[in-house]
T-cell receptor, first 120, second 110 residues
Framework: DARVTQTPRHKVTEMGQEVTMRCQPI?????VFWYRQTMMQGLELLAY????????DSGMPKDRFSAEMPDATLATLKIQPSEPRDSAVYFC??????????????????FGPGTRLTVL | RKEVEQDPGPFNVPEGATVAFNCTYS??????FFWYRQDCRKEPKLLMS???SGNEDGRFTAQLNRASQYISLLIRDSKLSDSATYLC???????????FGAGTRLAVHP
């Protein structure tokens, strides 16, 4: 049963520290999404990758957040420096292409278990 | 105005009840529609897609009204295990970008 994996599952850090979250998408998926979920804002899209290229990071605070895909099996989200308002659950999701030759793709996104970040 | 709006609930219903959730979306160009389910402290998971003709999956029925930009989810014969937050999701744009509603919380009690 293929799943998206994320590490760490929990992270507690102090304000000003660097935080790196990692995601391994499902093998064969070429779209990767980073979301942030808080009680106040719900699920917000931070960044989107297709074939490892960043296509949309408009939801991400550029001054402190960065997202990369060094290879097809690893996506990273980094916060430097972290602030208390960054406390949230960060989800990674992966999916198949929307359009595939000869037929429809799928819009389904498969979420990882999330990284629960607390910045003190 | 949010792109996808839902009643946050909570909906507290007894086992066996029928409960309906509604959702509205603002972008008339939206292309695909879904309901995701999220259990407490877990990740969202696809419950079902929503088609213009309406679709049913066991006790769950989803409806779409494009003219009114309205999506619904009906759960019949509620089970304790249905307790969760139900997220209305809309796909908008040229790529697989999903916009999530804030979710409707359902609590089924004995």
């Amino acid at each position: 049963d293929a799943r998206v994996t994320q590490t760490p599952r929990h992270k507690v850090t102090e304000m000003g520290q660097e935080v790196t979250m990692r995601c391994q998408p499902i093998l064969g998926h070429n779209t990767v999404f980073w979301y942030r979920q808080t009680m106040m804002q719900g699920l917000e899209l931070l960044a989107y990758f297709r074939n490892r290229a960043p296509l949309d990071d408009s939801g991400m605070p550029k001054d402190r957040f960065s997202a990369e895909m060094p290879d097809a099996t690893l996506a990273t989200l980094k916060i430097q420096p972290s602030e208390p308002r960054d406390s949230a659950v960060y989800f990674c999701a992966s999916g198949l292409p929307l359009v595939r030759a000869g037929g429809r793709g799928t819009d389904t996104q498969y979420f990882g278990p999330g990284t629960r970040l607390t910045v003190l | 105005r949010k792109e996808v709006e839902q009643d946050p609930g909570p909906f507290n219903v007894p086992e066996g009840a029928t409960v309906a959730f509604n959702c509205t979306y603002s972008n008339s160009a939206s292309q695909s529609f879904f309901w995701y389910r999220q259990d407490c402290r877990k990740e969202p998971k696809l419950l079902m897609s929503v088609y213009s003709s309406g679709n049913e999956d066991g006790r769950f029925t989803a409806q779409l009204n494009r003219a009114s930009q309205y999506i619904s989810l009906l759960i019949r014969d509620s089970k304790l295990s249905d307790s969760a937050t139900y997220l209305c999701v809309v796909k908008t744009g040229g790529y697989n970008k999903l916009i999530f509603g804030a979710g409707t919380r359902l609590a089924v009690h004995p």
